[in-house]
C-alpha cells in the first residue's frame, strides 16, 4: 500500500496522529502538496461522506475523520501556500437573521470542508448586509443560507434579495434547514437546495461548478 | 441537592392524571388530581413578527383561541391549558408578547363566562438571552425584557410561569455532536444548573409578587435536541437515551427554587421529576407530530397530567384551523386516559401498562422512560452528593439499563450502536470524581469563545 493510499486510510479512521505522521512522510517521499489533498485528502472525505449518507456512521465518527484531515492540513498548508495552491472554490454559509440555530450549518461546513471547499462561516443570526458584504470580500462561488424556524424562513428570502440586488459578483444561492423544501427554494429564487447535511456537498460541487 | 428521596415511592403510583401533589388553579383545575387535561400551544404561521404585522399577527391569536376554546367547549373538555410560548420578536420586544397575552386571557374569560369552560393560562417566554454570542446569561437587555415579560404577563393573569431555558447550550450542541459525555454533563450539571438557580430565583420572586404558580422548566434544547439528532440518523439514539437521563438534573432545580408543576410539555425528562418531587407535568407524544417527530408517542403519556401537541401553526386543515384540529386531538387522548382512571387503578395500569410496552423495547430512548426504569434513574439521581455526580450516577444507570435490556433480549438496539454503549461507559469512568476538578477540566477543554464561564459564577484560573 502507498504512503497515499495509508493517508487515505488513517483519515477516514478518524487517524489524527497517523494522518500527520504519513502527511510527513509522504512529502519527505517527495510527493507534491496539491496531490496529497486530491488524491489522498479529499477521496477520504468523500467515502466518508458516502458512508454518513448511507447510514453507515454517526456524525461523531466523521467529525473525527474530519479533525483527522485537519491535521493532515497543518502540515501542507504551509507548502501549498509558498506553491501558491490555494482551494479553486470558496463557500460562505451563515444562519439567517433572527435564527440562532446552527447545528445543520455547522454539519454542512464540515462537509464542505471535506470537499476542499475554502469555507467562510459567518455564524448564527446573519443580517442579509453581513452577507453582501462577506460576497464582495471573498468572492465566492457558492453561498449557503440555514434557517430552522418557520418564522425565519422570510428572512431567508431576504437575504437572496438583498444578493441579488446589491451588484455583489455572480454567486451561486443554495438553501437548507428543517422547514426549507425545494419547492420554498425556487420561491425564493435560491439555486439550490439540500435536505440534509449528506446531500449538500453533493448539491455544492455541482453548483460551484466543482463537478 | 434539596431532594434526597423520591416523593412516589411505588412505581404503580407513578401515572397519568395522578401526582401526589396536585395543582388547584383559580379556576378550580385540578393537575395531577384525577383527571387529564388537554394542553393546547399554537405558532403562527410562516411570516414575520413585526410593528407592521402585529395587526395580522393579533388576528391570528384571537382566531386561535375563540375556535379551540368553542370545540373544547363542544367536546365537553373538564378544562383546558393553553401555553403561550413566544416567538423570538415577542420577548425582544415584551409589548408584542403582552398585547397577545390579553388577548388569549380575554379569549379564554369569554370562553368561561359564555361556556362556563376553565381554563388557565401557561406563560412561556421564549429565553433570548443566546442572541448574545457568548450568551449573556444575568444581566442586559435580553435578560431584562424576558423578565419584563414575566412580570407583565404575571400582572396580566398569565396563572403558570415557565420557560425553556438555554444555560449551557452554548456547549452542548458541539458536545452532542462529538458524542462528549463530559462536556454533556459539564453543560447540563454544572452551567445548566448554575443558570437555572439563578434563573428561577428570579421567577420566584416574579411569581410571588403576583400571586401566580412557578410551573417549571424542560431541557428541550438539550434532550430533544438529541432525539432529533437521532431521528435523523447524526447520532446514535442510545446516546441520546443517555443525555435524556442527565437532563432530569438541570430541570430538577427550578422545582429546587419554587417549581410546583405542571413541568413543562417538551421535557421529556418529566418521568423523573415526577418520581421525585411528585409533582405534575405535563407530557407530550403522539399528538405532537405536528411539531416534530419522536420514538416516545406512547410511552409519553403513561406520566401526564396535562397532555400536550407541543406546537402547531395556524394553517388551514380539511377539518378547520389547526390548532382547533389538535384541541380536538387532545381532548379525546384525555378522554381515554380519563376513562381509564374512571374504572379504577387497575384499568388505569392496564392502560399505562399498553402505552409502555407499546414503544418501550423498539428505541434506547423510550426504554430508560419505563416505570421500572425511571424509578432507577431518579432514584441514582437522589442519592447522588451533588448536581455533577448525579448526572454520572444518572448516565451511568441509564447505560447500564440499556445494556441489561438489550442483553435480555427485550430492547432494540442497532449494531452499529452497541460500541458507544462502551465508549459511554468508558468515558464515565475516566470522569474525575471532585468537581472542581471536573470543571478545571473542562474549562480546559471548551471553546472560551462560546461561552463566558463568569455569567454561570465560575471563575477562571
Known amino acids: 500500500m502507498t504512503t497515499l493510499e495509508q493517508l487515505s486510510q488513517a483519515v477516514a479512521a478518524g487517524k489524527s496522529k497517523d494522518a500527520k505522521a504519513l502527511t510527513q512522510r509522504a512529502l519527505d517521499e517527495g510527493a507534491q502538496p496539491g496531490d496529497l489533498v486530491d488524491q489522498a485528502l479529499v477521496p477520504a472525505m468523500a467515502a466518508v461522506g458516502e458512508k454518513f449518507k448511507n447510514n453507515e456512521i454517526f456524525v461523531p465518527e466523521m467529525l473525527i475523520a474530519a479533525r483527522a484531515m485537519k491535521e493532515a492540513m497543518n502540515v501542507l498548508e504551509p507548502r501549498l501556500l509558498a506553491a501558491g495552491i490555494t482551494p479553486k472554490y470558496t463557500a460562505l454559509i451563515g444562519t439567517v437573521q433572527g435564527d440562532l440555530h446552527d447545528i445543520g450549518k455547522n454539519l454542512v461546513a464540515v462537509m464542505w470542508k471535506g470537499a476542499n471547499l475554502r469555507v467562510i462561516d459567518l455564524g448564527t443570526n446573519v443580517v442579509p448586509a453581513k452577507f453582501v458584504a462577506a460576497i464582495q470580500e471573498f468572492r465566492p462561488q457558492l453561498v449557503g443560507l440555514s434557517a430552522l424556524l418557520t418564522t425565519t424562513m422570510p428572512a431567508m428570502g431576504e437575504t437572496v434579495r438583498a444578493i441579488r440586488a446589491s451588484g455583489c459578483p455572480p454567486v451561486k444561492i443554495m438553501v437548507g434547514g428543517a422547514p426549507i423544501s425545494q419547492q420554498f427554494a425556487d420561491e425564493i429564487g435560491a439555486d439550490g437546495y439540500a435536505p440534509d447535511a449528506a446531500s449538500a456537498a453533493d448539491k455544492a460541487k455541482t453548483l460551484a461548478g466543482v463537478v | 441537592m434539596k431532594y434526597r428521596r423520591l416523593a412516589i415511592a411505588n412505581s404503580d403510583d407513578l401515572l397519568f392524571g395522578s401526582a401526589p401533589k396536585p395543582l388547584v388553579t383559580r379556576q378550580g383545575l385540578r393537575l395531577g388530581g384525577g383527571l387529564v387535561y388537554p394542553e393546547l400551544n399554537f405558532t403562527l404561521p410562516t411570516m414575520e413578527v413585526t410593528a407592521a404585522t402585529m395587526p395580522t399577527v393579533v388576528r391570528h391569536y384571537q382566531e386561535i383561541i375563540k375556535d379551540a376554546l368553542r370545540r373544547a367547549t363542544e367536546l365537553e373538555a373538564p378544562g383546558v391549558v393553553i401555553e403561550f410560548e413566544t416567538l423570538p420578536p415577542m420577548t425582544a420586544n415584551p409589548a408584542f408578547g403582552l398585547e397577545i397575552v390579553q388577548i388569549l386571557l380575554a379569549g379564554m374569560e369569554e370562553a368561561r363566562r359564555q361556556y ?286 440499556l445494556r441489561t435490556g438489550y442483553s435480555e433480549g427485550r430492547l432494540k438496539i442497532a449494531k452499529r450502536e452497541l460500541g458507544f454503549l462502551d465508549s459511554m461507559a468508558a468515558q464515565l469512568d475516566e470522569l474525575p470524581s471532585d468537581e472542581a476538578v471536573f470543571i478545571g477540566r473542562q474549562m480546559s477543554l471548551a471553546d472560551p469563545a462560546k461561552y463566558l464561564p463568569g455569567e454561570y459564577g465560575l471563575r477562571v484560573a
Open chain 2, 116 to 401: 362556563g369552560l376553565r381554563t388557565v393560562l401557561r406563560m412561556t417566554p421564549n429565553d433570548n438571552r443566546e442572541f448574545a454570542r457568548p450568551p449573556v446569561m444575568r444581566s442586559g437587555e435580553h435578560w431584562e425584557r424576558m423578565l419584563e415579560l414575566f412580570e407583565g404577563s404575571a400582572r396580566a393573569g398569565a396563572e403558570l410561569l415557565s420557560i425553556e431555558s438555554v444555560g449551557g447550550k452554548e456547549l452542548h450542541d458541539e458536545a452532542l455532536m462529538n458524542c462528549d459525555l463530559g462536556q454533556v454533563i459539564f453543560a447540563l450539571c454544572v452551567l445548566g444548573v448554575r443558570d437555572m438557580e439563578f434563573l428561577w430565583k428570579q421567577l420566584a420572586v416574579i411569581a410571588r409578587r403576583h400571586g401566580v404558580i412557578c410551573a417549571g422548566d424542560t431541557a428541550c434544547g438539550f434532550g430533544n435536541t438529541a432525539m432529533v439528532l437521532a431521528e435523523q440518523k447524526m447520532i446514535p439514539r442510545v446516546f441520546a437515551a443517555v443525555v435524556r437521563a442527565v437532563t432530569a438534573v438541570r430541570t430538577l432545580v427550578a422545582y429546587e427554587h419554587g417549581a410546583v408543576g405542571p413541568g413543562k410539555d417538551c421535557a421529556y425528562e418529566n418521568p423523573y421529576l415526577k418520581a421525585i418531587t411528585g409533582y405534575p407535568v405535563a407530557m407530550e407524544g403522539k399528538t405532537s407530530a405536528c411539531a416534530h417527530f419522536s420514538p416516545l408517542g406512547n410511552i409519553a403519556a403513561a406520566y401526564a397530567d396535562t397532555w400536550s401537541n407541543e406546537s402547531v401553526q395556524n394553517v388551514r386543515l380539511l377539518a378547520g384551523m389547526a390548532p382547533t384540529c389538535y384541541m380536538e386531538q387532545l381532548i379525546y387522548d384525555c378522554r381515554l386516559m380519563n376513562r381509564a382512571l374512571d374504572d379504577g387503578k387497575t384499568a388505569a395500569l392496564a392502560l399505562r401498562r399498553w402505552l409502555v410496552d407499546s414503544d418501550a423495547g423498539l428505541d434506547p430512548q423510550a426504554w430508560v422512560l419505563t416505570p421500572e426504569n425511571v424509578f432507577e434513574i431518579a432514584q441514582a439521581i437522589v442519592g447522588a452528593s451533588d448536581y455533577y455526580q448525579a448526572g454520572i450516577a444518572a448516565a451511568r444507570c441509564a447505560v447500564t439499563l
